[in-house]
């Protein structure tokens, strides 16, 4: 058995390796595949106690009377994928490894050999930790000693490595919904007005058409896709872009499309980890992990033809994966373009940047008559990921 030290490595001499993680405590422990980017594809390369299995690793639960373990099939782990991260944090919520010494070993999985092990040394305020990592160089699968801390829990490891990650974010009020935006929705009945009402509408709120050519939106207004008193039932694409702020350095921000039913209800989400939704209907560019260069930076588009009929609304959104704040961010737009002619049919362009992390752009609603309309929100709200926006979205149909 060879006893690791941070950062040394050796070739693995078995095909199937487990990585036991014990410690004097309750540990959650889980396992991230990994492309050449250092990300995940998708949140189904994220292996933990709720999603224990994945193309290549499995998780097992030692029950709380034994270590949790990664189990890494070398064999089986799909092409393009190149590190296998095993993680882990206590498992009371707020505890740190202060006083906490965990040790990682890595045995045969199938002869339960021992082959090395790691404890990672001076570890302290951090709530969850990479142990060691499985990967492959020059077609050799090693493992290596790792031990790298984060002050942020397992939330902060998966979104490092482009994993989803609900969070709670502060949603704004919720706006009022026309009944024309949701089909299937029954009317609502007759409501008194409340005591307080507002002095006067909402900057920009009112609709237009697409009769007189682009349209440049303001926030809250709302331009209905019909052009000569035909619905535009073509496909469109969303176009979003932005700079760095004054010159300031690279921010990467992920644009999203949400796609809701007619009650609200979240039926998918279409971002970097999953390009396609709704059978094809709406399909990402892919991510941008600078904002730098003219013209759009991810393109989302939209076969207003195909949308399934369930699917009724569909919010736009804009996270700072890496963290930074709006107020970092300079010429944030949206704008709304035939795919079939390049022709501009709608902007937005996003003022009054506020320190927060996500960011409602637009949104698609669906009305009665089957004609689309987009209305411009530039709602802010605290949220690095789109996971986190599916409630605070849902509230501004």
């Not at 010494?101 to 951090?126: C, K, M």
């Not at 396609?276 to 600078?290: P, V």
């Not at 992390?357 to 802010?380: D, N, P, R, Y």
Request: overall charge negative; some cysteine; proline content about 8%.
């Amino acid at each position: 058995m060879t006893a690791m030290t941070p950062g040394s490595n050796l070739p693995l001499n078995a095909v199937r390796v487990t990585v036991d993680v014990a410690a004097p405590v309750r540990l959650d422990v889980s396992g991230l595949l990994l492309a050449a980017d250092g990300k995940v594809r998708s949140d189904a390369d994220f292996i933990f106690y709720n999603q224990p299995a994945g193309p290549g690793v499995s998780y097992r639960s030692g029950g709380g009377s034994a270590p949790d373990s990664i189990t890494v099939d070398t064999s089986a782990v799909p092409p393009g994928i190149e590190r296998i991260v095993v993680t882990a944090s206590p498992d009371a919520a707020g505890q740190s490894f202060q006083g906490v010494e965990p040790t990682a070993t890595v045995r045969n999985a199938d002869g339960g050999a021992v082959i090395a092990s790691f404890t990672p040394p001076q570890l302290g305020t951090e709530t969850a930790l990479v142990v060691v990592e499985v990967y492959l160089r020059g077609g050799v699968w090693k493992v290596r000693a790792v031990g790298q801390g984060y002050a942020n829990g397992l939330a902060g490891i998966a979104t490092d490595f482009g994993v989803s990650v609900d969070e709670e974010p502060a949603a704004p009020a919720p706006a009022p919904v026309p009944a024309a935006a949701f089909p299937s929705a029954p009317p609502a009945p007759p409501v008194a007005p409340p005591v307080a009402q507002p002095a006067a509408p909402a900057p920009g709120a009112g609709k237009v058409n697409l009769d007189k050519g682009r349209v440049s939106l303001q926030k809250n207004q709302t331009v209905s896709l019909v052009k000569g008193g035909r619905p535009l039932l073509s496909q469109v694409k969303m176009g979003l872009g932005w700079e760095p702020a004054y010159g300031g350095r690279d921010i990467d921000l992920d644009a999203s499309v949400i796609a809701y039913g007619p009650q609200r209800n979240h039926i998918d989400s279409c971002y970097f980890g999953k390009l396609s939704i709704l059978g094809g209907a709406i399909k990402h560019s892919g991510d941008n992990l600078t904002g730098e260069g003219a013209g759009d930076d991810e393109v989302i588009v939209v076969d207003l033809g195909r949308i399934p009929a369930e699917a009724t609304g569909l919010v736009f959104t804009v996270n700072s994966f890496s963290g930074q704040k709006f107020s970092e961010v300079a010429k944030a737009y949206c704008r709304l373009i035939d795919a079939a002619s390049g022709e501009e049919l709608v902007r937005f362009d996003l003022t009054g940047a506020e320190p927060q992390t996500g960011v409602m752009m637009a949104k698609l609603i669906k009305q009665f008559s089957g004609e689309w309309e987009m209305t411009a929100i530039g709602e802010f709200v605290k949220s690095r990921t789109v996971r986190g926006m599916v409630k605070p979205a849902a509230q501004a149909l």
